[in-house]
């Protein structure tokens, strides 16, 4: 796992300052404390930080082919790169390391772009071909490893986190009107934007090639629905569970201490009771709680622990908002409001003291049907009955009447279409009142944008697909890669941890594609399939059990400890005077969460972030 970057310019006579490349180096070297290495060369710079997994003696980055003329540097894992090593020396290649990365260039001379079809992991890389002057730069299928670039017609920069390109002094640091659009009701920016103009996101399954300026960006890769014929359900399990178990197996490829999160929901103990079955020695498993009783799943992890024998650690914490918080905007780099963050750092930090790989439980939700979302509410149900032209005046009078009218947020929702309450629900509602949260002034620099449509193309790009597959694409598409592969990667690459998520096989991914949705939802059951699989491996008090997710008392610290801090960030001067927001929209949200008659954490805490944001990266700029 290593954190990688580059710069080069159009012009082949301007040359790249090395110091420049160092500076973008070490701007992530918490990614990759172990080493880092530069291949500087003209107007061509590339580098990378390393945290030593795998050939931690002659891994070294930037790594070259037999004749030097490609270059490479690495980001990520590719558990079946023994088999491709050994296919390629077949062939004639010839290798000088142990690695995989080494791997993923002669493949690349092999095959060109095509490469990224052959590889099994994560991964965001770049290779320079001196003899094209061509730079290929691909990220992963799913989006677990972040690929960032940027380009003005006379540079092109890339690194994993934003801060690389930022060591450009040349780079602008302006915020993006048309991501803040979206940020506000998802709480992060979605691919390919970021909240800087100018700068983006390699989305996930993507390539992009840079060749004399010209920039092109292309989709290798997308999840496929082809429902196949009905199969009995331990048929099925029998298939899943058979890819499942591989996914696991080799993912324990480590030349370092390895152990694995444990929620003790049914994800992260699917993979860690798989994991028992592979490993030798006890598994190591780490777990965080709060003191809030109802915010805690302890007892949960524990059950999972004594069954499988695990070697368990686990902590209480209690955040300090003044400490934690700007360490998540600078981890960050653009605002970024999941809150589960929060745990997802204190449960990596806890774990890097013993491990430096886990495994994660990411993905079954995206992958089975787990999110409650997916089912209709009975507003849901009972809605279908009225007819079009109603519900179009109900949400005329919807979006007419102010946020504050008792009853406003449910007219919305009983008058929206199916896909448009889906997205009400990921948006917290926000989605449908966007118009009202934001100043004139914003409103007129992005022309009416709306943040629905955006995501409303994924699920109109599978039209002809049953109501929760297309729901789950668009989860698979925008929130898994943009919140939960961003979270836990920035979190756990804080501390120089690598996660692995064996749920993510793309193998698995493909698989679970192929499932039936009636066995994915039955009746009111989430998750039908993946639950019947686990009960070959755990207690139904685990699989059954109400799904909490990775939650924090937010609503209660902005009320109670952090509330000094929240009206300072939300409604300060310092905030106010950016007149990105609606004033007398901002104090009535803020005011109706303190009273308790509404809880508005959700956008408070989002407003938070955004301001501290605007403080680390942008007011230091202009200063």
């Known amino acids: 796992m290593c954190g990688i970057t580059g710069i080069l310019y159009h012009d082949p006579s301007k040359v790249v300052d090395p110091a420049l490349v160092d500076r973008m180096c070490l701007s992530i070297r918490h990614r990759g404390p172990d080493e880092k290495g530069a291949w500087v060369h003209g107007n061509v710079g590339i580098g990378m930080t390393r945290l030593s997994i795998i050939d931690l003696s002659g891994g070294s980055q930037p790594i ?34 142990e690695s995989d990365t080494e791997t993923i260039l002669h493949l690349y001379e092999s095959h060109g772009e095509e490469c990224v079809h052959f590889l099994r992991g994560m991964f965001a890389f770049a290779i320079w ?65 970021t909240m800087f103009q100018g700068i983006r996101k390699l989305p996930p399954g993507h390539h992009l090639t840079w060749k004399g300026g010209d920039v092109q960006v292309g989709k290798y890769w997308d999840v496929r629905y082809r429902v196949g014929k009905p199969q009995s359900v331990d048929a099925c399990i029998d298939q899943m569970m058979e890819i499942f178990s591989e996914a696991v197996r080799i993912r324990l490829i480590s030349e370092v201490p390895l152990g694995a999160f444990l929620s003790g929901g049914i994800d992260s103990s699917m993979v860690v009771a ?59 780099d653009e605002p970024f409001a999941d809150s589960s963050a929060i745990p997802t750092f204190y449960v990596s930090r806890m774990a890097k003291k013993h491990v430096t ?40 009078m919807g979006r007419s009447l102010p946020e504050s009218f008792p009853g406003v947020s449910t007219l919305r929702y009983i008058a929206s279409d199916d896909d448009s309450r889906y997205i009400w629900k990921m948006a917290k509602g926000l989605s449908v009142i966007h118009k009202e949260i ?13 943040p629905a449509p955006a995501f409303l193309q994924y699920m109109n790009s599978v039209n002809g697909l049953d109501k929760l597959t297309r729901r789950m694409y668009l989860d698979l598409k925008t929130y898994l890669p943009g919140d939960i592969m961003t979270k836990v990667d920035r979190m756990s690459m804080a501390v120089s941890l690598e996660t692995r998520a064996p749920i993510l096989d793309h193998l698995l991914v493909e698989f679970a594609a192929s499932i039936l949705p009636d066995l994915k939802m039955k009746g009111a059951t989430t998750k039908y399939i993946w639950k019947k699989a686990a009960e070959r491996l755990l207690p139904k008090e685990i699989i059954y059990r109400e799904k909490q997710g990775f939650a924090i008392p937010i609503s209660f610290w902005i009320k109670k400890e952090w509330s000094e801090i929240a009206d300072e960030l939300v409604l300060g001067n310092r905030a106010l005077a950016r007149e990105n927001f609606n004033v007398k929209f901002l104090r009535n949200f803020v005011r109706e969460h303190r009273n308790g008659r509404r809880d508005n954490s959700y956008l408070i805490w989002t407003l938070m972030i955004l301001e501290l944001w605007y403080r680390e990266y942008i007011d230091q700029a202009v200063h």
């Open 129 to 193: 071909d001196c003899g094209k002057q061509t730079l290929f730069i691909a990220r992963d299928r799913l989006g677990k490893k972040p690929l960032y670039y940027y380009s003005d017609g006379k540079k092109f920069l890339f690194g994993s986190e934003i801060k690389t390109i930022l060591q450009d002094e040349d780079v602008p640091r302006e915020m993006s009107p048309s991501a803040l659009i979206h940020y506000i009701p998802y709480g992060y920016v979605p691919d390919p934007e």
């Open 274 to 332: 798989m994991m028992a079955k592979h490993m030798g020695e006890p598994v190591k498993t780490f777990s965080i709680g709060f003191e809030n009783q109802s915010y805690n799943e302890l007892k949960y992890a524990r059950m999972v622990s004594k069954r499988f024998g695990t070697d368990h650690h686990e902590e209480i914490v209690n955040p300090d908002a003044d400490s934690i918080i700007p360490d998540l905007v600078r981890s960050f």
């Open 438 to 450: 934001f100043s004139k002034e914003i409103q007129e620099r992005v022309s009416g944008t709306d």
């Open 64 to 97: 070259h082919n037999e004749d030097e003329s490609m270059w490479i540097v690495f980001n990520g894992e590719i558990y079946n790169y023994p088999e491709l090593r050994k296919e390629l020396f077949g062939a004639g290649h010839r290798f000088y390391t």
């Open 357 to 396: 790989v886990v495994l994660s439980g990411d993905g079954g939700d995206e992958l089975f049907g787990g999110y409650g979302r997916y089912r209709d509410s009975w507003f849901g149900t009972s809605s279908r009955f009225i007819p079009k032209p109603v519900k179009s005046l109900l949400m005329g």
